[in-house]
């Protein structure tokens, strides 16, 4: 059965250190978004893409962040300068199109730890 | 912005009862997702209601969405330890391009 997958499950990175992760979308699907969850706190949308341009985006979504679709298969998150409270697991979704009225299926998620 | 609230926030129920968890939204539901989550891992779908009064199922689950389009509730019938976990409702905007989630429910069922 087709799925999301991410890497890495684990990133530790020094604050103000460059993240990127990294995404591999079901590969029929057309939009990819991004959430993420905070220790013990709700899971919160962060940008989606689709055919090639940012969609929609959150105020979370501030200049620090960037997403790419670099070649026909990943999705990739950028942080440019990661802060502590940047520290979240991080889902990556994919949908056949718009989620209203369309399934959206979430990979496994990276845990990022800024120290 | 849309503001999910599910209750309760967290359940225990004994194995082979059956148990019901709701999500109200302060908006019109244009597309209402159940995801189940298990502590530190991704979210699982099960399901997706788009229309007033539409009910869906995939084994003991059944999923709701009221006639107006502001509630959805999730029935589990005669729960089994792999039912526990988190279950989180999440709703589309009217775009279709962000999901918008509940706090979650966590379950645990007591063998």
């Known amino acids: 059965e087709p799925e999301v997958t991410q890497t890495p499950s684990h990133q530790v990175t020094q604050m103000g250190q460059e993240v990127i992760l990294r995404c591999v979308p079901i590969?029929?699907?057309?939009?990819f978004y991004w959430y993420r969850q905070i220790l013990g706190q709700k899971v919160e949308f962060l940008v989606s893409?689709?055919?090639?341009?940012?969609?929609?985006k959150s105020e979370i979504f501030d200049d620090q962040f960037s997403v790419e679709r670099p070649d026909g298969s990943n999705f990739t998150l950028k942080i440019r300068s990661t802060k502590l409270e940047d520290s979240a697991m991080y889902f990556c979704?994919?949908?056949?199109?718009?989620?209203?009225?369309?399934?959206?299926?979430f990979g496994p998620g990276t845990r990022l730890t800024v120290t | 912005s849309q503001e999910l609230e599910q209750s309760p926030q967290s359940l225990i129920v004994q194995e082979g009862k059956n148990l019901t968890i709701n999500c109200t939204s302060s908006?019109?539901?244009?597309?209402l997702y159940w995801y189940k989550q298990k502590y530190g891992e991704g979210l699982i779908f099960l399901m997706m209601?788009?229309?007033?009064?539409e009910e869906k199922s995939h084994e003991k689950i059944t999923a709701k969405l009221d006639e107006k389009k502001q509630q959805s509730s999730l029935h589990i019938t005669a729960s089994q330890p792999s039912h526990a976990g988190i279950y989180l409702c999440?709703?589309?905007?009217?775009?279709?391009?962000?999901?918008?989630f509940g706090g979650g429910t966590r379950l645990m069922v007591k063998p």
């Open positions: 209601l788009q229309k007033g009064g």
């Open positions: 893409f689709y055919n090639n341009e940012i969609s929609e």
């Open positions: 979704a994919s949908s056949g199109l718009a989620a209203i009225s369309y399934e959206q299926y």
């Open positions: 908006k019109t539901l244009y597309g």
């Open positions: 590969s029929n699907h057309l939009y």
């Open positions: 999440g709703a589309a905007n009217n775009a279709g391009n962000m999901l918008t």
